[in-house]
């Protein structure tokens, strides 16, 4: 049975024929008119790249959008920096037609008197367009309320991977875990002949079938709601090819306590971060073909019972050589990270409470035995003899052009 499509707002529809693809596809088409890319976007915000936007900025961002009152800074406010709108400016980049369609799918609610403003974020990726949640709370949250399990928005391991994943051969076949909003299935259907991504977030699957329609590749990729490898099977009751020639990953990875109903789906991964991580090696050389690749982004663990190495191996398992290539971007100590997770809430916190917060997750990473914590892509390979490569690239943290063709040549092709 097909779950309805959730809109942006959370309300149901029947399926996604009732989303009108020729008014979608006019949004889409403004977008690329307006110059709406990473580089422009960029360029009009004075930052590195989209990812690296940060909300105490964002009064800095208007002011510098007010130089230039075009579409581009039209949708750049609202799509980007969750900014109220006036519906004359709002037709005026889009076309009134477009605003309508987008305020009946939920993309858009109605404002302040007269206005405009988006219950999700557009992102461009690659030559495309994703809807995801905000990554920030809106500053002006008129009738907005943040969902429950948000879809994440596009950060620098989206765009890292979608930068730097190889491109599958012609006619090939793609298996795209944890796919968020389809980023990386959606980019991959341009070559490949079958694409499948997989979320366990229904929000998340109804946003990449959305963005699906967006690109114009809906018939192209089939995105399914479940637990990793598990939605992969029968289809219309025939048996179908579960072995891939490329599998994509981007899985939570964050070292997190939280469980139930306090574990954010895109994110938390157990005390010791592999808690998809390890079930996705698992089950790669059972869904990977003979000459496939798999190509991972996440975090490595090294603890004192075991280094990254060995834990890969063993969630792989020994059966079958295979080639492990690491690329490391960065490395981190546990005292370290435990800070990036306890967050310093500026004037609204007191210094007790920060440090409570970090001693508490230092606590964590310290039961689990964390020496380090390395950030990269691993590329997976069978192979006639299992080795293991770790290669530094010192990526930086706001991709840059040169930094992405240098790395492109760090990945082995299909």
Wanted: include cysteine; proline fraction near 6%.
């Amino acid at each position: 049975m097909t779950r309805p499509l959730q809109n942006a707002a959370g309300c149901d529809q029947e399926t996604l024929g009732r989303v009108d693809t020729a008014k979608l596809e006019n949004f889409r088409e403004h977008l690329r008119s307006a110059g709406y890319t990473e580089e422009r976007i960029s360029k009009r915000l004075r930052v590195r790249h989209p990812s690296t936007i940060q909300l105490p900025s964002y009064p800095i961002y208007q002011e510098r959008l007010r130089q230039r009152p075009d579409s581009s800074s039209i949708l750049i406010s609202l799509f980007m920096l969750q900014h109220e709108v006036l519906r004359e400016a709002a037709n005026a980049a889009l076309t009134a037609n477009v605003v309508d369609e987008l305020l009946t799918l939920g993309v858009l609610r109605q404002a302040s008197t007269g206005a405009v403003a988006a219950n999700v974020s557009v992102y461009p990726c690659a030559g495309s367009y994703f809807i995801t949640d905000h990554r920030f709370q809106p500053p002006w949250p008129n009738n907005y309320t943040a969902p429950t399990q948000p879809v994440m928005h596009l950060g620098q391991d989206s765009y890292a991977l979608a930068y730097l994943s190889p491109k599958p051969p012609g006619g090939g076949q793609v298996l795209d875990l944890c796919t968020g909003s389809g980023v990386q299935a959606i980019l991959a259907t341009r070559q490949a002949k079958y694409v499948v991504g997989v979320d366990i977030n229904w929000r998340a699957v109804n946003f990449a079938r959305f963005n699906a329609a967006l690109n114009g590749v809906a018939t192209k990729v089939d995105f399914r709601c479940g637990d990793l490898y598990g939605p992969l099977g029968q289809i219309a009751g025939q048996r179908e090819d579960n072995r891939f020639d490329l599998i994509l990953a981007n899985p939570p990875f964050i070292p997190s306590s939280n469980s139930g109903a306090d574990r954010l789906l895109f994110q938390d991964a157990g005390p010791a971060g592999d808690e998809i991580f390890g079930p996705i090696l698992n089950g790669l050389l059972r869904h990977m073909k003979p000459r496939g690749m798999a190509v991972i982004i996440s975090l490595f663990v090294d603890t004192k019972r075991d280094r990254a190495e060995t834990s890969m191996r063993r969630w792989i398992g020994s059966r079958v050589p295979v080639d492990l290539s690491l690329i490391e971007f960065y490395s981190i100590d546990p005292e370290e990270f435990a800070s990036w997770g306890s967050t310093w809430h500026l004037f609204e916190d007191n210094f007790a409470a920060y440090s409570q917060r970090y001693t508490e997750r230092l606590a964590m990473l310290r039961s689990q035995g964390i020496l380090r914590l390395t950030h990269g892509i691993l590329v997976v390979r069978m192979s006639k003899a299992s080795r293991f490569r770790t290669t530094r690239f010192a990526v930086p943290r706001r991709p840059q052009q040169n930094a992405i063709k240098r790395a492109l040549r760090l990945l082995p092709k299909l």
